[in-house]
């Protein structure tokens, strides 16, 4: 098996939470959200990873974290073995050349007063991608690559439509050349009908250009559809990683389990049906996080046990790795 | 005013024999038509507040205008300003070269709280007076040596050297009798703090006593039932029971008021309204005579701000004088009102001499000066004006267009009252406007800020004339009036063709009442007296 | 069939704006029986909830509605102010899809649940307070008397959308308006509130219109549904047979495109080219421009809904063409 | 944190914002340039008699030891008195303060009558001939220089008319109300256009919430969700700005009592700084300061009163 | 393109006719603002002075107009640097926020309890009357308000995606905030300052009424009324049309003002 391309070990992002002044008279400790706990995750060169998670389960947290947007609190990312921590900043521009990202609103991810030629234009000047005189050319190209007329390169952003905006979004990302791209909810603020053109953008995208991709979102048919692998997040950790088809077919945590049977299915597509929820309960605040396994309070088959050790991701049996004591 | 203070003049005095012996309020400039109608009030509106009723230590006009309605002084300015008559003393005499001076002083007299007036208070108040430490009146007396009173109503006082202005010193504010007992009972370490808290609530020999005082808002004087004076027909003065006097800086505020019938009388009013308040069938415009005269004021000396300064050369001075219309100043400044200047000083100031302009305006003759003085190609002049100050503004404008006819260049620089008062104290102005009012009935007060520079190096303007030095220091110890009145003609002529001004004119004192509103006085030195002001019904 | 409880008849709507009039919906027909689930399913744009806000005449000023609403045969949008206000909240009531913004912030949730109790029943003060718990309590707000006092913003987002829920519950409607209830809502907790719905559906015998752009709610919440697209009805029928055989060009390339139907990591069938815009009239058929089965006739005249069988009606010059069940998309 | 402590940290953070108010305050008192001894004794004084006073003023001292000693005083609510006076400065503003409080107060309350009814017509009639006649004329109150519409108000309808004193301040309550009218008006002019853009503004937004509709999906009748759930959330940004504005309304007092001749402290400051009395302007600098900071105060305290959400 | 709306139109008119008044002003009105004519003082309006004539006999028409160029200077300059000051520290604050938006906030704080004439009346007097020092003193207080607009942006700007995408893309920080966000962050504190040019043609003409702005004889609209203010009973014109001059001027900036902020409003 190659070594992966990108590796994050036992990350850990928390953010400063408000505290008020009283708090600070009453010695007490600054809150903390703890989006990202000590999470490992390793991506292989030319896959699809996907990562599945409900809002607030810190996943674009660890998006921003392998792109290094955030320093993680603890933990280290290695890109092709090297900790990008250690880095001198212009050998991070080098690591940011490689490792690219794909924003979910395509409304606030372009700058509305530049037009679609500066966008690409300044990335690829900026790195010195293409000696200046082939700039133009090199733009045109990237425009063809995601499928947009040439004559976009004029216009603003605000004239094109949400997933023309996409595009531009990863060609502004494949400006750099990056060998891998991680995509942040790329299509979740797209229309059903035009979701289907950026999937298939992404497909052929990782066909011609070799590329690894990390796909976020919480869409489980998306990933379903597009993931080698799969990690399912919740509440900064993952609960369960596997690839894709298995574990969907038998997935082993009951977090997984719950999120699977509540996704409406096409395949009920015969009219109403009356069933328990899948999960009760709502996800804790990210704060004060349950002790022990953070879904002890809302799991169908908890224990007591559940609610005092944190359970570690391992393969407990199974074909893949789990975080669940309970799990066979 | 602006130049803070203005004292009573008086002027020489001319021996004691002048005085009669009427003890007659001022004569009511109106002719008596009716008997004055006794009691009531009197809402006279200011234009600013009076800050500090010490006769010793205040420097204000709008204090000491006011301080002749509390106190008495042991003689008293005539209305005209120019003459001494009886006041708290009936009759005085020189003696002893004129070094010795002896005053008779009238016998029941009561302060406003009934106590009586002695010659303890008399002594006190003189020597509070002539205290070199107390504020910076005390020049005006000098020359006295010691004060010495005996029992009944007698004060002698003696002379280092003989002084013609003393006696015009004794009718002058500071020299106003207070209550030693009184003054006394006043917590405080010196006359200084003492007086800050007798002046907020004085009392005097005076027809009125300050009976409530909103600081800044309105003052409340009442009548002093134990007043000595009886108008001609023996009625006992004051006639008004109270006089109230509310601020209002505001011109056209006040002048509303007063069209209003909202108060009974205002002073200051502007000049390009009194035409207008003339024409009121309900108003009656007075002009009192004044002593006011406004003038620019040049810099002297050779250099300015490190350049050669054309205003050292006497020439460009009196270029100009010649250069500028004053009549069309005075036309568009003071709507007519005012008067050209004969000399430095008022003509209403003792011993004013001189007819017609000092410089009548003819700007071939001022081109001509600045040819000869090498400016044929014109000059620039910068000048410090009083920022908001309306007739600084009017005469500036009006001066700048006539200088540019001639070729000079005047710039107009507007400063606020302080830094321009702390540039005027350095010398550091080529130009400025400056008025000036007398404050006593004699002319040897402007004449040593204008003409004697070893005072404020004239004007601090760094003129100096050595003859004219040695006139006024002269003229200081001298007696005889034919011969003062000499050193004074003389001392005139030299600082008016020569000397660091440009004298625009002098103006009285305007100031408005209701028909119905009587027997308001203003002398040329400022003082308002309101002893025998009544309003009919 | 009884007669439906709510039928909307060649419903327009028309947005006065800046740039000119924009046709929101247009020509639209449809009909809810009493405790029936109708889904209402379209992309942005499609007028969805434009339809749904203009059945209790929720459209601002600037709006122009044309045809008829019939509620129990009576026409809302020619009803008296009065008539309409006791209508609204009382027997068709409705929710919103961001309840942070649908519920007053500065209000305590009871006294939003109390006016409506003010406004549609006699009750007196306590009872209403009684009533106002028991809400709460059916819709699944643990301790309920002490949430009375509480503001929106004390309540997480699905307790939010309970909250609004019970308020929509008060006067017993005998219609819920539902605009995209869930879409705010994450999975787990979408699948509460919908599981929620439908339990007070078939309990209370409310009738729901539950709008929502996600076609996997439709077919599991719904007995009938219709599709939408440029603010016009494209399709409608029961679920099982407009899902299991489309007869309307748009319905059948958007179940297509959906991902998770074919085998993974395969190309998906995307619909060609943008969603529409609206400001501008469309001559033929508003999909016409992104239709594969397009033919001449698509873009000069507009379909006519046509029946298909009981219950299935589309708009689709291409209907013959189409209704083959989707493999692998519908089981 | 619940609302309690939250209003006892607002009330806290009082005492910071005094404290720099303060020195700010000292500091741009002893920027005046120009000798102000001279300017208080005049062109005439001498030298003698100018040391002394700088000296009895402590002016000789240096900037730190009377920056000290002045926040020390003003700690002990001693600000000195004044040099033009010789009064105690809190005495001189004592006696000023409740005008121009009572000048201020008439003017809210005159701004916020006229502005409420006027934005809520306009909102309502939003584009229409209403909204645009309410607005125009709100404009041009909001673009009318304080001191020229006081001149034109106080000569027509004091001087003209006499409908009203020309000025002053009156002796009894009656008295106040009365002279205070016109220059209250004068002052509500401006405030008025303000709170009315502003109110009406908040209206047209809160107006297309979804709340609103909520409630008129509820069945509630129009009066009840113009008053209950409109206006009330409308005022919360509102209360804010009329908060902000009272700094506003107090400068325009500077103005507008030096031109009725109403005896506050805004015409205080503008004699003070003319006549360089140090110890007033920076009494009534910090004063005003305070007054504002207060103000501050009671609006955020309304608007929690009206926004449960502040505080949380 | 959005419709420019009639009261932009307006106040877009009544600004074109100021900026006409202050460039050429000999070509709308011949005469010399600062000449005399001593068989005309103070008189009424007439063909030969359609809006009178002072008390020096200067023809009002002219200097009416002659003030225009003074106060649209005022407006100006009294906005020009306190927007350029402000954008600075606001980008600054906004950007690295942390305990420089701690300091920042309490000088807004500080700022915010001082009544802003007052404030403006005190430094004016602290450095003198005069336009300059008006303008200082305005700049001295003004930048906060611009300082927190742009603080507000580039907060809110700092958090976009597309900033992170720039960092991603390895951009310096200078590149971030001055291509990307600053011209993204500046039009609302744009929009802004064409409102606050109108309050500051308030400001600046009282300022010239106190006697602390615009010194004589500068001809400047607060100034003409401060002199006129005398013959206000008895020569109304004097002070009439410089009073007519400031509200359509403050119209003219506040009608463009709120009509540039409708049309600019941000879209996306």
């Known amino acids: 098996m190659t070594p992966p391309l990108l590796e994050a070990d036992a990350l850990t992002k928390h953010f400063p939470g408000r505290r008020g002044l009283l708090d600070m008279l009453r010695r007490r400790e600054r809150p903390v959200v703890r989006a ?125 439509s949400g997933g023309q905006r996409q595009r531009i979004g990863i060609a502004r990302a494949l400006a750099v050349e990056p060998s891998v791209l991680i995509a942040d909810e790329p299509v979740s603020a797209l229309d059903v009908s035009v979701q289907a053109q950026i999937v298939n953008l992404f497909l052929e995208l990782q066909e011609r250009l070799g590329l690894t991709l990390v796909f976020i979102t919480h869409d489980l048919r998306l990933v379903r559809h597009l993931a080698h692998r799969v990690a399912v997040m919740y509440l900064g950790r993952i609960v369960e990683t596997g690839p894709t088809a298995e574990l969907f077919a038998a997935p082993r945590h009951p977090y997984t389990q719950g999120l699977l049977r509540a996704v409406p299915q096409m395949a009920a597509g015969q009219g109403r049906v009356r069933r328990a929820a899948a999960i009760t309960g709502g996800l804790p605040s990210p704060l004060a996080p349950p002790p022990g396994c953070s879904f002890h309070p809302r799991c169908p088959i908890a224990e007591p046990a559940c609610s005092t050790a944190v359970p570690a991701l391992a393969a407990r049996g199974g074909a893949w790795p789990v975080a669940c004591r309970l799990a066979g | 005013m602006m130049d803070t203070k203005v004292p009573v003049s008086r002027r020489a005095l001319l021996g004691g024999v002048a005085a009669a012996a009427t003890v007659s309020a001022f004569g009511l400039p109106t002719p008596a038509e009716a008997a ?13 507040d009076s800050q500090r009723l010490d006769p010793v230590f205040t420097e204000l006009n709008v204090d000491i205008w006011v301080m002749n309605n509390l106190f008495d002084t042991l003689l008293l300015p005539t209305p005209d ?45 003189l020597e509070r007076a002539m205290n070199p430490k107390n504020g910076s009146w005390n020049s005006m007396v000098a ?374 509103a009587k027997g308001f006085v203003q002398i040329p030195l400022g003082n308002n007296y309101f002893e025998a002001a009544y309003v009919e019904k | 069939m009884n007669a439906p409880l709510l039928e909307v008849r060649d419903l327009g709507v028309v947005f006065a704006t800046p740039r000119g009039a924009v046709h929101a919906v247009d020509g639209l027909d449809f009909t809810v029986g009493a405790g029936e689930v109708l889904g209402i399913v379209g992309e942005s744009g499609s007028g969805k909830s434009v339809t749904l806000r203009a059945i209790p005449r929720l459209l601002h000023a600037n709006a122009t509605v044309s045809g008829q609403v019939l509620w129990r045969g009576e026409d809302m949008l020619a009803l008296p102010a009065e008539r309409l206000r006791r209508l609204r909240g009382g027997q068709v009531a409705m929710v919103f899809q961001e309840p942070m913004s649908a519920l007053n912030p500065v209000l305590p949730i009871g006294q939003q649940i109390d006016e409506v109790l003010v406004a549609h029943t006699s009750l007196d003060g306590r009872a209403r307070r009684a009533r106002a718990v028991e809400l709460l309590g059916l819709v699944g707000i643990a301790s309920a008397a002490a949430r009375l006092a509480q503001y929106p913003h004390e309540f997480s987002g699905g307790m939010r959308q309970r909250a609004m829920i019970a308020i929509a519950l008060a006067a017993e409607p005998a219609l819920l308006l539902a ?39 439709v077919a599991e919440t719904c007995d009938r549904v219709a599709v939408m697209y440029a603010g016009r009805l494209c399709e409608t029928g029961t679920v099982g047979a407009v899902f299991g055989g489309p007869r309307h060009a748009y319905t059948d390339a958007l179940l297509r495109s959906m991902p998770g139907t074919g085998t993974a990591r395969e190309r998906l069938v995307p619909i060609p080219g943008q969603p529409p ?42 209907a013959d063409e189409l209704g083959a069940p989707l493999v692998g998309a519908v089981a | 944190m619940n609302r309690s402590t939250w209003l006892l940290l607002r009330l806290l953070q009082v005492i910071p914002t005094f404290l720099l108010i303060g020195v700010a305050v000292f500091v741009l008192a002893r920027l005046l340039p120009g000798d102000i001894v001279s300017s208080m004794l005049g062109e005439r004084a001498s030298d003698a008699a100018i040391n002394r006073m700088t000296h009895q003023l402590g002016l000789d001292r240096s900037i730190g030891a009377q920056m000290l000693s002045f926040l020390e005083s003003v700690a002990r609510g001693r600000l000195g008195d004044s040099l033009a006076f010789h009064v105690p400065v809190l005495k001189l503003i004592g006696d000023r303060l409740p005008v121009t409080l009572l000048l201020s107060g008439m003017a809210t309350l005159i701004a916020v009558a006229v502005a409420v009814p006027m934005a809520f017509v306009a909102a309502l009639t939003a584009n229409r001939w209403p909204d645009l006649l309410i607005r125009s004329v709100f404009q041009v109150g909001l673009s009318s220089p304080v001191f020229y519409v006081g001149l034109v108000l106080l000569t027509v309808f004091a001087g003209w008319l006499r409908w009203f004193p020309v000025g002053g301040y009156g002796d009894t309550a009656g008295e106040h109300l009365y002279h205070l009218f016109l220059p209250a008006l004068t002052l ?125 | 393109m959005r419709r420019i709306s009639v009261p932009l139109w307006l106040g877009l008119g009544i600004l074109a006719l100021l900026l006409l008044c202050a460039a050429a002003p000999q070509l709308l009105w011949p005469t010399d603002p600062l000449a005399f004519d001593f068989a005309a003082l103070t008189a009424a309006p007439s063909w030969a002075h359609p809006f009178g004539t002072d008390q020096f006999g200067r023809d009002m028409l002219a200097r009416t107009i002659a003030a225009s160029s003074v106060d649209l200077q005022i407006a100006l300059f009294s906005v020009v640097f306190p927007l350029m000051i402000g954008t600075l520290i606001g980008l600054a604050v906004g950007w690295y926020g942390g305990w420089l938006d701690a300091v920042f906030g309490r000088l807004v704080d500080l700022v915010v309890t001082f009544p802003f004439l007052v404030l403006v009346i005190a430094i004016v007097a602290v ?46 920080t200078a590149r971030i905030v001055f291509r990307h966000i600053l011209p993204n962050a500046l039009r609302p504190v744009l929009v802004y300052s064409v409102t606050d040019m109108a309050l500051c043609i308030l400001l600046g003409s009282s300022l010239g009424y106190l006697g602390l702005g615009a010194q004589p004889p500068t001809a400047e609209w607060g100034v003409l009324i401060a002199d006129g203010k005398n013959f206000f009973t008895t020569a109304p014109w004097i002070t009439l049309f410089p009073g007519v001059a400031i509200v359509l001027a403050g119209l003219g900036f506040s009608l463009a003002g709120d009509g540039l902020a409708d049309l600019l409003e941000v879209k996306r």
């Open chain 1, 36 to 160: 990202v706990e000590a999470l490992s995750l390793d991506v292989r060169a030319g896959e699809t990873l996907g990562i599945v998670g409900e809002s607030g389960c810190g996943k674009s947290t660890l998006a921003r974290c392998l792109v290094r947007l955030h320093r993680p609190d603890a933990g280290v990312l290695r890109f092709r073995g090297t900790d990008v921590d250690a880095l001198s900043e212009a050998d991070r521009r080098r690591f940011n050349r490689q490792v690219q990202m794909v924003f979910q609103d395509p409304y606030s991810s372009l700058n509305p007063r530049m037009t679609v030629r500066a966008v690409l234009a300044e990335a690829l000047a900026v790195h010195k991608v293409v000696p200046p005189d082939q700039i133009e050319g090199r733009v045109a190209a990237l425009l063809d690559l995601v499928h947009l007329s040439r004559d976009a390169a004029e216009r603003y952003p605000h004239e094109f």
């Open chain 2, 36 to 48: 004055p109608v006794l009691g009531g009030k009197m809402i006279y509106a200011r234009y600013a």
């Open chain 2, 81 to 125: 300003g120019k003459g001494l008559k009886e006041g708290l003393a009936t009759k005085w005499e020189l003696s002893d070269g004129g070094k010795t001076v002896t005053l008779t002083v009238r016998e029941g007299v009561k302060f406003a709280d009934g106590t009586p007036m002695t010659m303890a208070d008399v002594k006190f108040s």
């Open chain 2, 143 to 516: 020359s006295v040596a010691s004060v010495e009173v005996t029992e009944p109503a007698t004060v002698v006082l003696k002379l280092k050297h003989p002084d013609p202005t003393l006696l015009a010193a004794l009718a002058m504010f500071n020299t106003s009798v207070l209550p030693k007992a009184m003054y006394d009972k006043i917590p405080g370490k010196d006359d200084d703090e003492k007086g800050k808290i007798f002046g907020q609530k004085p009392m005097g020999t005076g027809a009125f006593y300050v009976s409530d005082w909103k600081i800044g808002e309105v003052m409340w004087l009442k009548k002093n039932p134990y007043y000595w004076k009886k108008d001609a027909a023996g009625v006992q003065l004051p006639y008004l029971d109270e006089v109230e006097m509310p601020v209002i800086p505001d011109d056209a505020t006040r002048l509303l008021k007063l069209k209003a019938g909202e108060v009974h009388g205002t002073e200051f009013i502007p000049y390009a309204r009194v035409k207008e308040l003339q024409g009121d069938a309900n108003l009656r415009m007075e002009l009192w005579p004044s002593t006011k005269v406004t003038y620019i004021q040049f810099n002297c000396r050779p250099e300015y701000k490190g350049k050669p300064n054309p205003l050292s050369n006497v020439k460009v001075r009196q270029a100009l004088n010649y250069a500028v219309n004053k009549d069309a100043i005075i036309a568009i400044t003071t709507h007519g009102l005012g008067k050209p200047l004969s000399s430095f000083m008022s003509s209403v100031t003792p011993l004013h001499t001189g007819s017609g302009p000092v410089y009548p305006y003819d700007p071939a003759k001022a081109k001509a000066l600045l040819a000869e003085a090498g400016f044929a190609k014109g000059l620039e002049i910068t000048c410090h004006a009083l920022s908001g100050n309306q007739d600084d503004q009017n005469n500036l404008t009006t001066i700048q267009q006539m200088l540019a006819q001639v070729g000079v260049k005047f710039t107009i620089e507007q400063m606020d009252n302080a830094s321009r008062v702390a540039a005027y104290r350095k010398g550091d102005f080529q130009s400025r406007t400056a008025y000036w009012t007398d404050d006593i009935a004699d002319p040897s007060e402007i004449t040593s800020y204008f003409v004697y520079s070893p005072t404020v190096d004239c004007l601090h303007t760094g003129w100096k004339s050595e003859e004219a030095d040695k006139l006024f220091v002269a003229s200081q110890e001298e007696v005889d009036p034919a011969k003062r009145a000499a050193e004074y003609a003389k001392m005139q002529d030299i600082f008016n063709h020569t000397g660091p001004t440009m004298p625009l004119y002098e103006t009285p004192y305007p100031v408005a009442f209701r028909k119905n």
């Open chain 3, 179 to 217: 605009d995209e209830p869930t879409t705010a809502l994450d999975v787990t907790i979408q699948d509460q509130i919908l599981q929620l719905l439908l339990r007070l559906v078939d309990e209370l015998g409310m009738a729901l219109v539950l709008v929502t752009h996600d076609l996997g709610v």
């Open chain 3, 277 to 318: 815009r609206i400001d501008r009239p469309v001559a033929g058929c508003a999909f016409a421009p992104r239709c594969t089965h397009a033919r001449p006739v698509c873009g000069t005249e507009r379909p006519r809904l046509t029946d298909w069988a009981e219950g299935h009606a589309s708009a689709c010059f291409a």
């Open chain 4, 188 to 312: 509500a002019l401006s405030f008025a256009a303000v709170v009315m853009r502003s109110l009406r503004a908040s209206i047209l937004q809160v107006l297309t919430a979804e709340y609103v509709d909520f409630a008129r999906a509820k069945g509630l009748r129009g009066r009840v969700v113009l008053f209950r759930h409109v206006l009330r959330n409308a005022l919360i940004a509102t209360v804010t700005l009329v908060g902000l504005q009272i700094g506003s309304l107090l400068g325009g007092a500077v103005i507008t009592e030096s031109v009725f001749a109403v005896p506050g402290v805004g015409r205080l400051m503008v004699d003070s700084i003319f006549a360089r009395d140090y110890p007033v302007i920076q009494a009534l600098t910090l004063v005003l300061a305070v007054l504002v900071s207060l103000a501050l105060l009671v609006s955020d305290v309304v608007q929690m009163w009206l926004d449960p959400r502040v505080g949380r």
């Open chain 5, 127 to 172: 450095l003198g009357p005069g336009l300059v020092n008006m303008y200082i003193a305005v700049a001295c207080v003004g930048w906060v308000a611009y300082a927190r607009l742009i603080r507000g942006e580039v907060m809110v700007q700092r958090n976009s995606d597309y900033v992170a995408a720039a960092r991603v893309l390895g951009y310096s």
